[in-house]
């Protein structure tokens, strides 16, 4: 693969394609949709006493539709019998089986059909059983070869801008690995792409840095939660300056300072020479059309490759879970989004997303809701009454 391209493109995207063009769909035959077509005649040849003899016989032809490849009928698996599948037709989207010189009997001539087709589901069988394990090999081993061509690309780079003479660049070659202490936020290059553009390199904020900072978010979000007397009496911009004094007792940056500083009432931000490569969206909320404004506003400051972003969802509202539904729904409904994981009703702790820039789907946002259950500062002010 084009190393520019590779560098370029989202990770994901790359696995997702790569495992979709090594995987087979084994054909699976719709029998509910089988159908007959017109009788013919055709020749049938025979012998008799030593003479080739030509004679027109009836033929009885049934249409079974197929989903899968259309190869996958030319192949043998790893077992066999004496009694081969055939078919008379193989098509795209069909097989067309028949029966020449049927009997009278209907029952007969069904059985005929039936039989061709058992024959036919077992050596399918075995060759599903076959392409089921390839499946599954190509969905462990891309991530891992994936990540090792791109490993072996950056290594090289890194190698090259290591040596101490200058390397001659184009105009449009790749600029450089921004670095970003308690414990380092260190910047990294961006991934994977489907253009041959040269790779340039923008600051990102590595996922274990990403996760950590959640773990500290999810942490003074459950102490907030068992507090909720404390919480109740918190307004939005109270709890998010106190959730940056927790961040940045685990964070600092290479330059000294504050690594994650707020900006306006609601937002949490880590930058990296003028560009936002975390934002913490602080929300409270108060029917879907929040979710709405977060998302509007993230995608108002999320312009680099490779983000990493939250949405910090303070609910005080005694059905969370209700709440929790609504709001991840309307993540999905989002235009910007790519993929997610499948959660329950016992998923209250984070949702993992991952969203796209506007316009351009191979700039990946990587976007995690926290939700915190506040106590209602009316009901806690007539409980502590």
Known sequence: MNANALLNAPVQDVIDELVEAGSVRCPELDIDSAYQIEPTEVDQQYQQFGERYLRHVTRFVLVVPFDGEKDIFTFCPDHSTTVR???????????????????????????????QIAT????????????????????????V???????????????????????????????????????????SSTRPAHSNTPFKPEPTMAMDDYYEALRVLRSQRNALERNPSVAAKLD??????????????????????????????????????????????????????????????????????????????????????????????????????????????????????????????EREIHLTLVPFALGSAVRQAVSDG
């Open 85 to 115: 599948p055939s078919v008379l037709q193989l098509n795209d989207d069909d097989i067309r089986l028949a029966v020449d010189d049927p009997p009278d009997d209907p029952a007969a001539l069904k059985q005929g059909f039936d039989n």
């Open 120 to 143: 036919i589901e077992k050596y399918l069988a075995w060759s599903r059983s076959q392409i089921e394990a390839h499946n599954q090999q190509i969905v462990a081993e891309v991530p």
């Open 145 to 187: 070869l994936v990540m090792r061509r791109r490993e072996q690309l950056l290594a090289t780079r890194n190698l090259q801008a290591s040596i101490g003479y200058p390397v001659q660049r184009r105009k449009d070659a790749d600029t450089y690995a921004t670095p970003l202490r308690r414990r380092t936020i260190k910047p």
């Open 236 to 361: 939005e911009e109270e709890i998010r300056n106190l959730l940056l004094i927790g961040l940045n007792a685990h964070f600092e940056g290479a330059a000294g300072g504050e690594v994650f500083n707020g900006a306006g009432k609601t937002d949490i931000l880590i930058r990296v020479d003028d560009r936002n490569i975390f934002i913490g969206e602080c929300k409270v909320w108060s029917g879907p059309r929040t979710m709405d404004s977060a998302l509007d506003q993230l995608f108002r400051y999320l312009v680099w490759r490779d983000t990493k972003a939250a949405i910090l969802l303070f609910i005080r509202n005694e059905n969370v879970s209700a709440v929790i539904d609504k709001a991840i729904q309307k993540v999905r409904e989002h235009p910007n989004h790519k993929r997610s994981k499948a959660y329950t009703q016992t998923d209250l702790d984070h949702y993992e997303f991952t969203m796209h820039t506007a316009g351009d789907p």
